[in-house]
Every structure is written in structure tokens, then in C-alpha cells.
């Protein structure tokens, strides 16, 4: 079962409702790998302060598959869901690179 663990700066507004709502994401896109990772850790923080701009929240997404060393990606975007957005494709990306090296070489 893979565990999520959601963190974020005290600049971050990521109330029960955010957190839920990412973690309903991981869980949906990172289903197929679920038996492989042992914990998702989400990362958010606020970059730019006040300013809001395009690119003021950043996502880290860092994957722990059993046996093997963490991953990590980050996005950017102007609040937690955008970054997740951005994030996310590339999580998915990475997990589907080193999976796949695993099996071949089995």
C-alpha cells in the first residue's frame, strides 16, 4: 500500500480539502504502480511570496519504489493544482523509465 505524506510552507494554504483532493489524484494516476512504490511525499511551497505570479507555488513529487533509490520531479504553477499538473506528467514519465529498465532487465 502506498502511503502519501502532504506537506506544505505556512505561506501555502493546503487545508484537509486540498490535501484530499491531491491525494485522490496521486492515488487515480499512480494506481498501477501502487504495488511498486512505498510512499509518495508531496512538497509544496510558495516561491515568489506575495506576488502570485505564473510560477509561485512549487510541487516536488518524490516517489519511494521498494528496493530502489527515490525519485523526485517538481512543477510550477501559479497554485498547488496547476504545479500538481505540472508535476504530475513527469512523475509519471520517470516511474514509467525506471519500471521499465527494471523489467527488461529481469
Request: proline fraction near 4%; aromatic fraction near 2%.
Amino acid at each position: 500500500m502506498m502511503d502519501i505524506q502532504f506537506n506544505t510552507d505556512n505561506q501555502i494554504h493546503g487545508g484537509t480539502d486540498v490535501s484530499e483532493a491531491i491525494e485522490a489524484r496521486l492515488r487515480e494516476r499512480l494506481a498501477r504502480f501502487s504495488s511498486r512504490l512505498t510512499r509518495i511525499e508531496v512538497h509544496g511551497r510558495d516561491v515568489d511570496g506575495t506576488t502570485n505570479g505564473e510560477s509561485g507555488v512549487e510541487l516536488t513529487l518524490e516517489a519511494r519504489p521498494a528496493g530502489q533509490q527515490p525519485l523526485s520531479v517538481t512543477g510550477n504553477g501559479p497554485e498547488l493544482e496547476a504545479a500538481l499538473n505540472s508535476a504530475l506528467p513527469k512523475l509519471v514519465s520517470r516511474l514509467d523509465s525506471v519500471f521499465g529498465r527494471l523489467d527488461r532487465v529481469r
